[in-house]
Nanobody, 135 residues
Framework: EVQLQASGGGLVEVGGSLRLSCAASGVPSDVYTIAWFRQAPGKGREAISGILNNGATTYYTDSVAGRSTISFDSAKGTMYLQMNNLKPEDAATYYC????????????????????????????WGQGTQVTVSS
């Protein structure tokens, strides 16, 4: 059973920092992508950052690039997202999710080891952690 445990959310002032964590276990693949998505009230879920579990490849959406760093501790099976200079628009519920490549699929995108995070390709999801940004 795949389990994803997200933590690290909370109340942060504008300009502050926080570190989100996501502990993954039971992933049925030696190669997978683990990513952060977020959803603000009244908005759709967006992918903000992802990393291949060997740490070789990362992704950041434009809105967090340059002020965020994603990493993966393979010994602990835990992904971290350090976010700095938080803005009001960062307030959202943050979800971690895992994508496992499907090497048997006829679709090249499904077989890709790493791809820009697309919600539909992520099968496993953790519970959300709330981030509130105060001004």
């Amino acid at each position: 059973e795949v389990q994803l445990q997200a933590s690290g959310g909370g109340l942060v002032e504008v300009g502050g920092s926080l570190r989100l964590s996501c502990a993954a276990s039971g992933v049925p693949s030696d190669v997978y992508t683990i990513a952060w998505f977020r959803q603000a009230p009244g908005k759709g879920r967006e992918a903000i950052s992802g990393i291949l579990n060997n740490g070789a490849t990362t992704y950041y959406t434009d809105s967090v690039a340059g002020r965020s760093t994603i990493s993966f501790d393979s010994a602990k099976g835990t992904m971290y997202l350090q976010m700095n200079n938080l803005k009001p628009e960062d307030a959202a519920t943050y979800y971690c999710a895992v994508r496992v490549p499907d090497f048997t699929s006829p679709s090249p995108s499904a077989r890709a080891i790493f791809a820009t995070p697309v919600e539909e390709e992520y099968r496993y999801w953790g519970q959300g952690t709330q981030v509130t940004v105060s001004s």
